[in-house]
């Protein structure tokens, strides 16, 4: 996500690092290549060429502090310009009403039925909601079957009637289900239209007009680049929707719609996907889009996906089995599963400071815990449970069961014991001394102040 244009403004912001001064050549050697930067990203140009302008006005007359270079005074100035231009805060959905109605409109082919689940999952998880999905898709069969197996997966009823094709009359009748059995929310998935097609324009209004949803959210492919904002540009103009949602930002999208779309429709976004998983959606907020962007990590979403996977008990449990050298390898693949629901592997790499840029080439697979689970697999329960009974022979049945050579096998029980030694060590005094001294570390930029929560 992002990766062109966190090369270009690295490079760009690159150039006037070192520099004893910031001086009008310099700032403006520097501002001409974010603007091109941006541009590349497909950025609308007057947007890019604002952002610049104001960038260049801030940098100009400045003295540079004793303690930061020109490169990070401008680093602050483009971040926060940044921010500013994807709505400056976190913007919430509401969920007022009693119960609260969601409209999902967008383009074909954008993933509103995908999102439908997602937010349905979010609201049901995070929020302690008791969502209901209406399908109102009734030109495409398959969108109601799909919104149907998302439902079972996610556990979440999806209201349907089959034959009618008045999307109005579905939505409103899902709402006074969801009234009568306990529903709080309703997410209705409409069809996809074309903004040009003013038949089915008039059809989203309409359902818009009968059914009031306290929020309208208007779902756009991000791999669409500038055709994004214009179609959300007419959307806006239709129905007045309270805000946007980002899909497929784990493509080779160039980010421009991201940067753009709120200054150009008013609107926030309020939500970004970034994978197939259903729990791949993720609350947009501009601090930490303009962090990643930057190549500085996102370590706050980092740790509230860690969060949310956190068992209290099992770390309870963990820590005793730690204390009492019984850590095993069935422990071992607990980690392994919280990791894997935490969300695609590179985006999460990519929260890490200073990582996201050194591993933008490589292909990360969502199966890279595969071999791993196959060579643990192909151990008894009693290995699994005293990894030091594993010698020479029982190496190579195991490799042999699990399709890996001998060192494979040799390497995980290496990086076990590594792994072993080193969760040894932090619950001992050296580990408490070194979490102290990180509690007490002031507050790095770009990390949302999380040092000090």
């Known amino acids: 996500m992002f990766n062109s244009l966190q090369d270009k403004l690295d490079k760009a912001l690159h150039n006037i690092s070192g520099r004893g001064k910031i001086t009008e050549i310099n700032v403006a050697e520097t501002v001409k290549e974010i603007r091109r930067a941006l541009v590349d990203a497909d950025v609308n140009y007057k947007v890019a060429k604002d952002l610049t302008k104001r960038v260049q006005d801030k940098a100009l007359g400045q003295n540079v502090l004793t303690s930061l270079t020109p490169g990070q005074l401008m680093t602050k100035i483009v971040h926060d310009e940044l921010v500013e231009l994807m709505g400056g805060s976190q913007e919430g959905i509401n969920l007022s009403g009693k119960p609260s109605v969601i409209l999902i409109a967008g383009l074909q082919g954008s993933g509103k039925t995908t999102f439908s689940g997602k937010l349905a999952l979010h609201l049901k998880t995070k929020r302690a909601k008791k969502p209901l999905l209406v399908a109102c898709d009734v030109y ?170 956190f068992d209290e008990e099992e770390a309870k449990k963990l820590h005793k089995k730690i204390a009492k050298n019984e850590f095993g390898f069935d422990d071992f693949l607990k980690q392994i599963n919280q990791i894997k629901k935490m969300g695609n592997m590179k985006d999460l790499m990519g929260m890490i400071p200073g990582v996201g840029k050194a591993i933008k080439d490589v292909e990360i697979s969502d199966d890279a815990f595969k071999h791993i689970e196959a060579i643990i697999y192909s151990m008894t329960p009693d290995e699994r449970r005293r990894p030091s009974i594993i010698n020479s022979q029982r190496k190579q049945r195991i490799a042999k069961g699990a399709g890996r050579k001998i060192e494979d096998v040799n390497q995980l029980m290496k990086q076990f014991d590594q792994m072993g030694k080193m969760m040894k060590m932090m619950q001992g005094p050296q580990g408490k001394q070194m979490m102290q001294m990180m509690s007490k570390m002031p507050n790095m930029p770009g990390m949302g102040g999380m040092m000090g929560k």
């Open 140 to 309: 495409r069969p398959a969108a109601i079957d799909q919104l149907k197996v998302l439902g079972g997966q996610i556990g979440v009823p999806v209201f349907t009637e089959e034959g009618s094709t008045n999307p109005s009359t579905i939505a409103e009748n899902g709402i006074a289900f969801a009234k009568a059995n306990g529903h709080d929310v309703v997410i209705v998935d409409t069809a996809g239209r074309l903004a040009i097609d003013e038949q089915m324009m008039n059809e989203i209004k309409s359902v818009h007009y009968f059914i009031k949803p306290q929020e309208t959210l208007f779902v756009v492919d991000s791999m669409t680049g500038q055709d994004a904002v214009n179609t959300a540009k007419a959307f806006n103009d239709a129905l007045n929707f309270d805000g946007v949602v980002l899909t497929k930002l784990d493509g080779d999208t160039r980010g421009g719609a991201a940067l753009t779309i709120r200054s150009v429709v008013e609107k926030p976004i309020k939500f970004i996907s970034t994978g197939e998983k259903m729990e791949a959606l993720d609350v947009f907020y501009p601090e930490r889009m303009a962090d990643r962007i930057l190549g500085m990590g996102d370590v706050v979403s980092l740790v509230e996906r860690a969060q949310e996977q």
